[in-house]
């Protein structure tokens, strides 16, 4: 082959290549089914927004810094201090940087990528469980209770996260050190959306003022018919008695700009004017995450976890568990749930003692807040900051954010009940959450012990340097 041969062959190649990658990336990007183009599937967290590759990707050859952009902007908020214990910030640190030899931890990727099923574990994660080695390997001689421990028990439920802490730090174990399994208050906190709808300031309280409506109130336009019973239960319930008229969600436009319109499926961009709170933490979790990417909502027959077959269809809207015109939270709290959820732990729960408690509270032999439901646990009543000047309890409506590791869920759950060292073995028993806790924990969980031993290795020693 001669130079000039070479030379085209070259040439040639090289067009060949630009129009593939060409092809790719217009494929990727422009065509309906981009799945196709994946090198694996997706982890479990992410399989819901498989098709919106832009959620990640903004071009096909999508470098580190863009990815990591992208994880942010969907998780930042939780990868923060307090709720962080690592948070990257930590690790651009220069006084840090020699722990980034072995393992760059200020990449999200680094621990969490994607595409990889063959190497993903719990939790998303892609190293291996003992990864913390690579930085706290004197761990044994900065701490003699440590001594001899093995580096893949360090993340081991009840002992630490790498993330979210909250509940398993020294100060906070110390803190709660011998309570009893069950505290002698034992209830959750009150909602309160009601009482502070005054100082909500995007409320609009100009077009829907807070006043109970009578039954000729009623805004419905000509035309439109609703059956006694649903006109009966908007009358009676929440929205009527707050002054929220038909056309509060019927009433609303196709497109910014445009006239609104009746209409007789309303959907939570009609709830978000008046609930913005619940629609922005419903679309973080599980339930609501594909309305986030603009995706149409979940079904059940797409789900990865069991389903109860006969209602592959239900879509994943507010709808789901509110159903109108009642929107009534009793029932959404557990028989919403049972309406899809079929997995062992879902069904045992009416076996549970927590289930009898939450029955006495309906039948008003219990006090309010005493019962346990399913939302108790996954949905729970939280103090949330909704600005700079101004906090309330809100019915956190991510799913996901007690759960995996699912000590997130001892604060604000089990501890308005239960004591620190009982909650921790019983969230370490596979056995016991399977059956949704019936019985006690069959696990001893060791950090309490350690935390005590710590506590009062640091008294013996100020006692001998008082006594010098
Ligand atoms: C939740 C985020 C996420 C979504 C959604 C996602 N990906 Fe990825 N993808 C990643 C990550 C993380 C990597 C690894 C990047 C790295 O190692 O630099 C990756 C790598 C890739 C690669 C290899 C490219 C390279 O640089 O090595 C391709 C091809 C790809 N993804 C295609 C897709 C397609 C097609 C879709 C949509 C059908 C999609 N991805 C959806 C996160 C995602
Ligand atoms: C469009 C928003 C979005 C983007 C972008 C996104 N995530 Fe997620 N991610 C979610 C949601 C929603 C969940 C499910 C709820 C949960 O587990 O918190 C989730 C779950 C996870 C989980 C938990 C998985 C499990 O099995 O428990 C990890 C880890 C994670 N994401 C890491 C990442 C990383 C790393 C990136 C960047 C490559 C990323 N995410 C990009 C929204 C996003
Ligand atoms: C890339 C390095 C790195 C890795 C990997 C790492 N850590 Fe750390 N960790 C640190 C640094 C730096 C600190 C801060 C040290 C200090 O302030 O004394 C820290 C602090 C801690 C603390 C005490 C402070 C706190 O706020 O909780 C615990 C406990 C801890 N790490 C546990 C773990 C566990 C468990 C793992 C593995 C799941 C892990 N770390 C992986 C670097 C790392
Ligand atoms: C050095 C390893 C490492 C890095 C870097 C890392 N993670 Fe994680 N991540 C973990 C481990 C380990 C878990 C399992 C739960 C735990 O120990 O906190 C986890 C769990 C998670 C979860 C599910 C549980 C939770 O607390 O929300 C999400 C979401 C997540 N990581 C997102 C991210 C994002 C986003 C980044 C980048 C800003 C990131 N992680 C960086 C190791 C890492
Ligand atoms: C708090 C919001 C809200 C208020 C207030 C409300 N609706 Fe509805 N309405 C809904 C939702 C949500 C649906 C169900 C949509 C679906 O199934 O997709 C619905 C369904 C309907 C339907 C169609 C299906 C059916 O059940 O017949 C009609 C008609 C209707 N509403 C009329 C009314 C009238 C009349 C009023 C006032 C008396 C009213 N609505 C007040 C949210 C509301
Ligand atoms: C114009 C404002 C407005 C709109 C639009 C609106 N709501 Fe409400 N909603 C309220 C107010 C105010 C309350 C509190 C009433 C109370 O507790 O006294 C409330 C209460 C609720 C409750 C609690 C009911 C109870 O019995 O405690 C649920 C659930 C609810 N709304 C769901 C929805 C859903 C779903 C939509 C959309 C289909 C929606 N709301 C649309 C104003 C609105
Ligand atoms: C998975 C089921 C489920 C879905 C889906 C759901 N909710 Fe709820 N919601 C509940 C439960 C359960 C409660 C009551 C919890 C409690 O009493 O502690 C509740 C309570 C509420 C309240 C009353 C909050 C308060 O502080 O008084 C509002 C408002 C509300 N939901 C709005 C919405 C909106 C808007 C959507 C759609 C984005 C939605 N919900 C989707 C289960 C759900
Ligand atoms: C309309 C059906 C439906 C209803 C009603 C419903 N869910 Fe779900 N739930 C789903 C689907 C679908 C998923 C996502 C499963 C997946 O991605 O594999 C899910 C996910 C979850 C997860 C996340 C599990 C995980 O491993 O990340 C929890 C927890 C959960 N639901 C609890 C509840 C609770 C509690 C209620 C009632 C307050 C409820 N659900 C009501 C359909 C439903
Ligand atoms: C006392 C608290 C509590 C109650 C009550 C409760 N759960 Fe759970 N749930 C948990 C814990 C803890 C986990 C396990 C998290 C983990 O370790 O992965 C869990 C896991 C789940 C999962 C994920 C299952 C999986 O295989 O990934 C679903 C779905 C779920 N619960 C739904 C429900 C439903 C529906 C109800 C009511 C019928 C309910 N839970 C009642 C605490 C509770
Ligand atoms: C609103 C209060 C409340 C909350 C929240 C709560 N519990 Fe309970 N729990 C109780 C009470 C009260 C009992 C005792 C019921 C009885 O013996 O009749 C109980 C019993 C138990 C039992 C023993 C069941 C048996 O058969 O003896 C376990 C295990 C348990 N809870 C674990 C948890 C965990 C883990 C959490 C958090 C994920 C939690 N609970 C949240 C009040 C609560």
Aim: aromatic share 6%; hydrophobic share 35%.
């Amino acid at each position: 082959m001669d130079k000039k041969q070479r030379r085209a062959l070259v040439g040639l190649w090289l067009v060949f290549t630009l129009a593939l990658v060409g092809w790719l990336s217009y494929s990727m990007f422009k065509s309906e089914d981009k799945t196709v183009f994946m090198p694996g599937p997706l982890t479990g967290g992410h399989h819901q927004i498989g098709v919106a590759c832009t959620a990640c990707h903004t071009d096909p050859l999508t470098s580190g810094e863009v990815i990591q952009q992208a994880c942010v902007n969907c998780h930042g908020e939780d990868r923060k201090k307090p709720v962080d214990s690592h948070p990257r910030a930590k690790f651009t640190d220069p006084r840090n940087a020699d722990t980034l030899e072995n393992i760059d931890a200020r990449q999200c990727i680094t621990c969490h990528t994607e595409h990889q099923p063959d190497m993903t574990g719990n939790n998303g994660l892609t190293q291996p469980v003992d990864f913390c080695v690579h930085c706290h390997r004197d761990i044994g001689d900065d701490r003699p209770s440590h001594q001899g421990m093995a580096f893949d028990t360090c993340n081991s439920a009840g002992c630490h996260n790498f993330h979210n802490n909250r509940a398993l730090y020294t100060d906070f174990l110390i803190k709660h050190l011998h309570e009893p399994d069950l505290l002698v208050s034992r209830t959750l906190p009150a909602r309160e959306f009601a009482d502070v709808l005054g100082e909500i300031v995007d409320y609009p309280a100009d077009r829907y003022p807070v006043t109970p409506l009578a039954d000729g109130d009623a805004d419905v336009p000509q035309g439109v018919q609703l059956a006694a019973a649903d006109h009966g239960d908007w009358l009676e319930t929440a929205h009527a008695n707050a002054g929220v008229n038909c056309s509060a969600c019927h009433l609303v436009a196709p497109a910014e700009n445009e006239k609104p319109e009746w209409t007789d499926t309303p959907d939570h961009r009609a709830c978000a004017q008046c609930h913005s709170l619940e629609v922005a933490r419903f679309q973080r979790g599980k339930h609501g995450m594909r309305l986030a990417v603009d995706l149409p909502p979940m079904t059940t027959g797409e789900a990865r976890l069991p389903m109860k077959p006969e209602t592959a269809h239900e879509q994943l809207g507010c709808n789901g568990c509110h159903s109108a015109h009642r929107f009534d939270t009793r029932a959404a709290a557990v028989e919403g749930c049972l309406g899809c959820h079929a997995d062992n732990h879902s069904l045992a729960y009416k076996d549970s003692p927590h289930y009898a408690l939450w029955q006495k509270e309906l039948n008003g032999e219990g006090e309010p807040g005493s019962g346990v439901s399913c939302a108790s646990c996954h949905m729970p009543r939280v103090n949330f900051d909704v600005n700079d000047w101004m906090s309330r309890i809100l019915v956190d409506h991510n799913q996901n954010a007690t759960l995996s590791p699912n000590e997130k869920m001892i604060r604000p759950a089990c501890l308005h009940c239960h004591g620190l060292g009982y909650t921790l073995d019983a969230l370490a028993d596979p056995a016991l959450i399977e059956n949704n806790f019936r019985g006690m924990p069959a696990v001893h969980v060791k950090s309490m012990a350690l935390a005590e031993a710590d506590l009062k290795r640091a008294e013996a020693e100020r006692a001998g340097s008082g006594a010098d």
